[in-house]
């Protein structure tokens, strides 16, 4: 038994590792197992591609061409964001629902660790749906974007940290108000106008969540700037606000869980 | 007894007797888990429910614990308490030694809980996946556990499914997944509620094995809530019964039983006895007259020889012809509902 040595049990400490990889592997298990879910997920991101990269050059010609670059940026940040965003909020609601929770809860990691850990593991996944449907869109369009992984991966984190921010957020309302999914599909929606958000003509835009971000890597990705031509101060909003959504972010969804547990709600749907 | 005994009737009537109950029901080994002034009141104002009302007790190392109660007594609150998904109030509660709310990781380093019945595994994921997920949300790598997962699938019988998704299995066998994967890494206190809901006779009887397996052989403290009181009964060293948030009694199972083992007696008689009689044996002899068929049943508790005769007389006196008389043994269900009856308004407390 864990304890049937006293000495033993003290120094014994759960390997992260092995969360981390079961985290993972599920995650993998699931796309593979059901090819189909995972197949028709994708082909609706691409369709949406597809929806607007043809239907805009049958509307508005060739000069559709003159913004393919951000498109293809946008949405590809908007995979990222999307992907990241569900994983994280969606996730708490159905472990809830499956009953779950509770048992994350009592992982001998705590219930912080489990939801970090597992928030990174839906960034890789974020990282490689997002990069799968940007070799679609480059490869359907033409249009091939500077995808520099020194300059794209560095921001790419930091634009889903915030986020995941606003991730632990959500799932936090969701342990407290329960059946919110509606909120979260309109959170989806939203992100589409914060990666769009005209960052480079209202300075105070950069201060929301994703929306620095998506310009930095708008930037990166369409016209060519390397992650060290930037200036050092457009960097720097870029990391604090990412910290800060991240971490105000996990405040609240460790507020909301202590507040569930008061209110004996933490497993109830 | 344990910190708080039982406020039975015959508890209370029966303090001259020696207290084999105490004797029998002390802690032999380290305590494991420690309850002390537990409370917990979901609301405020006229809306409040006192779900844990100061509730105090000790388990040690390697014993099963059934928590009885009706619904509603708190049996869920205060599992959940203990295990830190809700919040007390007030008092503390701690696992080989660490203190929950102090540090809930390290306390549930030690513990393993099935509490949705079969609800609380992945469906999408093999049986084995699950146990491999569960292990590694502890911390332990499936490598380590691999043979540990082939044994307990093989007890649990569950070996021929390891490699079948959840979804596809029966519920009783959903419900052995649960089981199993709250056993997938090495704890030393499982907490489950409810964990024969969906499980047919036989299934029931493997749980039955395994925990008392788990107890004797690997010294596993388990706490579990059933309202199948025969598992209660057959599994398990001690019974709490909570009523109203509060325990209202706390025994080994077999001093529970007998603290409750009267002298009863169930007489058969062929017809009906007359209303006048019913009434003067009700009176008199505190029976209890259930028609059964053309027969009628007669429970007389509390019953000494004399009581017997002079009831036999009343019976022959009316001309009832007495097809049959026995011994009534008592079990958990019939100490349950009596600790409870007494418990309610106008019971004897």
């Known amino acids: 038994?864990?304890?049937?040595?006293?000495?033993?049990?003290?120094?014994?400490?759960?390997?992260?590792?092995?969360?981390?990889?079961?985290?993972?592997?599920?995650?993998?298990?699931?796309?593979?197992?059901?090819?189909?879910?995972?197949?028709?997920?994708?082909?609706?991101?691409?369709?949406?591609?597809g929806i607007i990269f043809f239907g805009g050059q049958a509307v508005a010609g060739p000069t559709i061409t003159d913004s393919l670059g951000g498109i293809i940026v946008g949405l590809f940040i908007w995979t990222l964001a999307i992907v990241a965003f569900s994983q994280l909020a969606?996730?708490?609601?159905?472990?809830?629902?499956?009953?779950?929770?509770?048992?994350?809860?009592?992982?001998?990691?705590?219930?912080?660790?489990?939801?970090?850990?597992?928030?990174?593991?839906?960034?890789?996944?974020?990282?490689?749906?997002?990069?799968?449907?940007?070799?679609?869109?480059?490869?359907?369009?033409?249009?091939?974007?500077s995808v520099d992984p020194l300059t794209v991966l560095p921001l790419g984190v930091l634009t889903v940290a915030s986020i995941s921010g606003?991730?632990?957020?959500?799932?936090?309302?969701?342990?407290?108000?329960?059946?919110?999914?509606?909120?979260?599909?309109?959170?989806?929606?939203?992100?589409?106008?914060?990666?769009?958000?005209?960052?480079?003509?209202?300075?105070?835009?950069?201060?929301?969540?994703?929306s620095h971000g998506s310009y930095l890597l708008r930037r990166a990705m369409d016209d060519g700037v390397r992650l060290w031509e930037f200036a050092p101060s457009e960097l720097a909003i870029l990391v604090a606000t990412s910290v800060a959504y991240l971490f105000a972010g996990y405040y609240c969804l460790y507020r909301a869980q202590r507040r569930a547990r008061q209110n004996g709600v933490l497993g109830q749907y | 007894m344990h910190q708080q005994t039982a406020q039975s009737k015959q508890a209370q009537q029966d303090d001259t007797q020696p207290d084999t109950a105490s004797q029998a029901s002390e802690p032999t080994g380290e305590t494991v888990i420690s309850v002390d002034g537990l409370q917990k009141q979901y609301g405020t104002g006229e809306d409040?429910?006192?779900?844990?009302?100061?509730?105090?007790?000790?388990?040690?190392?390697?014993?099963?614990?059934?928590?009885?109660g009706p619904n509603g007594?708190?049996?869920?609150?205060?599992?959940?308490?203990?295990?830190?998904?809700?919040?007390?109030?007030?008092?503390?509660?701690?696992?080989?030694?660490?203190?929950?709310?102090?540090?809930?990781?390290?306390?549930?380093?030690?513990?393993?809980?099935?509490?949705?019945?079969?609800?609380?595994?992945?469906?999408?994921?093999?049986?084995?996946?699950?146990?491999?997920?569960?292990?590694?949300?502890?911390?332990e790598r499936a490598s380590d556990v691999r043979e540990r997962h082939d044994e307990l699938l093989e007890r649990l019988g569950l070996l021929d499914w390891a490699d079948t998704p959840v979804n596809e299995l029966s519920k009783g066998m959903k419900q052995k997944v649960s089981l199993a994967s709250t056993l997938a890494r090495d704890v030393d206190v499982i907490f489950l509620d409810e964990p024969t809901l969906g499980l047919d006779v036989e299934a029931s009887q493997e749980l039955h094995a395994e925990l008392r397996r788990?107890?004797?052989?690997?010294?596993?403290?388990?706490?579990?809530?059933?309202?199948?009181?025969?598992?209660?009964?057959?599994?398990?060293?001690?019974?709490?019964?909570?009523?109203?948030?509060?325990v209202i009694a706390d025994d080994d199972t077999a001093a529970l039983v007998d603290l409750f083992e009267t002298q009863s007696y169930r007489f058969v008689v062929e017809g009906r006895p007359a209303a006048d009689l019913q009434s003067r044996l009700t009176t008199a002899f505190d029976v209890t007259c259930q028609p059964d068929g053309d027969q009628t049943v007669i429970e007389c508790v509390d019953a000494d020889s004399?009581?017997?005769?002079?009831?036999?007389?009343?019976?022959?006196?009316?001309?009832?012809?007495?097809?049959?008389?026995?011994?009534?043994?008592?079990?958990?269900e019939e100490v349950f509902l009596r600790v409870i009856d007494d418990q309610r308004p106008g019971g004897e407390q």
Request: net charge negative.
């Open chain 2, 73 to 139: 007594a708190g049996k869920t609150s205060t599992i959940k308490s203990m295990l830190g998904l809700v919040v007390p109030d007030a008092g503390t509660v701690s696992i080989c030694g660490v203190d929950v709310d102090g540090d809930s990781a390290r306390a549930h380093s030690h513990v393993g809980a099935m509490l949705e019945g079969d609800r609380n595994v992945y469906w999408r994921l093999t049986v084995r996946e699950n146990l491999e997920y569960f292990a590694g949300l502890g911390g």
């Open chain 2, 214 to 246: 788990l107890a004797e052989q690997d010294d596993v403290t388990i706490v579990l809530t059933s309202h199948n009181l025969d598992i209660i009964e057959a599994v398990s060293d001690r019974v709490i019964i909570l009523n109203d948030g509060s």
């Open chain 2, 306 to 332: 004399e009581t017997v005769y002079a009831l036999m007389e009343q019976f022959s006196d009316a001309g009832l012809e007495l097809a049959d008389v026995e011994s009534v043994e008592p079990d958990l």
């Open chain 2, 48 to 68: 409040a429910v006192r779900a844990v009302d100061d509730i105090s007790f000790e388990i040690p190392r390697g014993t099963i614990v059934g928590l009885l």
């Open chain 1, 166 to 210: 606003v991730g632990f957020l959500f799932a936090g309302l969701a342990l407290l108000y329960k059946r919110i999914e509606n909120v979260f599909q309109l959170v989806q929606w939203a992100f589409v106008a914060l990666i769009a958000a005209p960052v480079g003509a209202n300075p105070l835009l950069k201060l929301l969540p994703v």
């Open chain 1, 90 to 145: 969606w996730d708490v609601t159905r472990e809830a629902q499956w009953g779950t929770l509770e048992r994350l809860f009592l992982s001998p990691h705590g219930f912080g660790t489990v939801m970090v850990t597992k928030t990174v593991v839906n960034v890789l996944m974020s990282f490689l749906w997002a990069f799968a449907l940007l070799v679609v869109m480059m490869a359907v369009s033409g249009e091939w974007l």
């Open chain 1, 1 to 49: 038994m864990a304890t049937a040595d006293a000495n033993a049990e003290t120094d014994w400490s759960p390997s992260r590792l092995a969360f981390v990889w079961v985290v993972f592997r599920k995650q993998l298990v699931l796309l593979v197992r059901y090819p189909l879910n995972t197949a028709t997920r994708f082909l609706t991101l691409a369709a949406l591609f």
